[in-house]
């Protein structure tokens, strides 16, 4: 890989890890219910899943897609029922205190398990592996997979301190319940590319 390519490949996962998606309004709304700490298991669920998705995905993953191209219609509907549930849980959570200690962020596991129905995972992956790496090798797929886990952790850490700062703000159950339904309707407006691409 090129000097050229590599920062074309630091850009890419920089803007796409940065920017609002699924992950990302997740993280903002754990960092304002649970804070910034208990939600670092969360960010780096996050960034290995997503790490590891690549992999698998440029290792072959990428090439049974597109030869059987029913899993990309039934990846779809998981990913929409999954996230309209997300949504939903969101929109109805109340503060943790309110839920005696049952509420808690979303574990490394499931955030790492969560890559595989987040639309926007499946698009920063293939999207990576196309342009970076086109021939599939594992070196060059092993470099994409580690500069997208090196670069996305510290860029969805921003949204969960963002939600962190907040979270004085919030402990009004008022304005907390008006956070996490607008956090959950966000959610559901990004499936709106899958839905109508």
């Given at each position: 890989?090129?000097?050229?390519?590599?920062?074309?490949?630091?850009?890419?996962?920089?803007?796409?890890?940065?920017?609002?998606?699924?992950?990302?309004?997740?993280?903002?709304?754990?960092?304002?219910?649970?804070?910034?700490?208990?939600?670092?298991?969360?960010?780096?669920?996050?960034?290995?899943?997503?790490?590891?998705?690549?992999?698998?995905?440029?290792?072959?993953?990428?090439?049974v897609m597109i030869a059987v191209p029913q899993t990309q219609t039934a990846l779809k509907i998981v990913?929409?029922?999954?996230?309209?549930?997300?949504?939903?849980?969101?929109?109805?959570?109340?503060?943790?205190?309110?839920?005696?200690?049952?509420?808690?962020?979303?574990?490394?596991?499931?955030?790492?398990?969560?890559?595989?129905?987040?639309?926007?995972?499946?698009?920063?992956?293939?999207?990576?592996?196309?342009?970076?790496?086109?021939?599939?090798?594992?070196?060059?797929?092993?470099?994409?997979?580690?500069?997208?886990?090196?670069?996305?952790?510290?860029?969805?850490?921003?949204?969960?301190?963002?939600?962190?700062?907040?979270?004085?703000?919030?402990?009004?159950?008022?304005?907390?319940?008006?956070?996490?339904?607008?956090?959950?309707?966000?959610?559901?407006?990004?499936?709106?590319?899958?839905?109508?691409?």
């Amino acid at each position: 890989m090129t000097l050229d390519t590599f920062l074309a490949l630091l850009a890419f996962a920089f803007v796409t890890s940065v920017t609002p998606g699924p992950n990302n309004l997740m993280l903002i709304a754990s960092g304002a219910n649970f804070g910034f700490r208990r939600s670092i298991p969360h960010m780096v669920g996050i960034s290995l899943g997503h790490m590891a998705m690549t992999l698998i995905v440029g290792l072959g993953l990428v090439g049974v897609m597109i030869a059987v191209p029913q899993t990309q219609t039934a990846l779809k509907i998981v990913s929409v029922i999954y996230m309209l549930w997300l949504a939903w849980k969101l929109a109805h959570a109340s503060a943790p205190a309110e839920q005696g200690g049952l509420a808690r962020p979303l574990t490394f596991v499931q955030a790492a398990a969560f890559q595989w129905v987040n639309p926007k995972a499946w698009a920063m992956s293939l999207g990576a592996v196309a342009a970076y790496a086109p021939d599939r090798h594992l070196a060059t797929v092993a470099i994409v997979a580690a500069v997208f886990a090196a670069v996305n952790l510290p860029s969805v850490s921003l949204w969960a301190w963002a939600g962190g700062m907040l979270r004085r703000w919030l402990t009004n159950p008022a304005r907390l319940r008006v956070f996490n339904w607008t956090m959950a309707g966000l959610l559901v407006l990004s499936l709106v590319p899958v839905i109508w691409p």
